[in-house]
């Protein structure tokens, strides 16, 4: 009988290497969506990055990788709001009580080095008065 030697990981393919690259230099308390890190690669689109964060994802801090909308993942939002909470991530609350990021503060566009230069700040309490855009609405959390 021969020795089973235990199997080494699949190699990552080389796009999916670099869009979790970008996952990992993204700033605690702010986010990109897929499509800018597609972008940001000057490769793929928002569905092939959202793939790659699907299948490999795990190892990297996905909560900081979004959709355009910033609603978080469906089956995902619990983990992703104590982290979005932990990290100060701008949220909004909605009219029906749930949760989105506010891209409009949160939102990172990779200049800094990956210190988040420039992250928002809010009013006192944390809160600030919502600007009556189209994402929804409500209560401003930082």
């Not at 979005?84 to 949220?91: G, Q």
């Amino acid at each position: 009988m021969s020795e089973q030697r235990p199997s080494e990981p699949p190699e990552l393919p080389e796009y999916a290497e670099r869009v979790l690259e970008v996952a990992e230099l993204i700033p605690a308390g702010r986010v990109m969506t897929y499509g800018d890190i597609a972008e940001w690669l000057g490769a793929g689109g928002p569905r092939q990055v959202g793939r790659v964060m699907a299948l490999y994802g795990g190892a990297v801090p996905w909560w900081r990788v979004v959709r355009a909308d910033g609603v978080p993942l469906p089956s995902h939002e619990v983990r992703a709001l104590e982290r979005y909470r932990a990290e100060a991530t701008p949220l909004r609350t909605t009219g029906d009580g749930g949760h989105r990021i506010d891209m409009r503060r949160a939102r990172w566009d990779g200049a800094g080095g990956g210190d988040g230069g420039g992250a928002p700040d809010g009013g006192a309490d944390g809160c600030e008065a919502d600007d009556g855009g189209a994402d929804g609405g409500g209560q401003v959390h930082t």
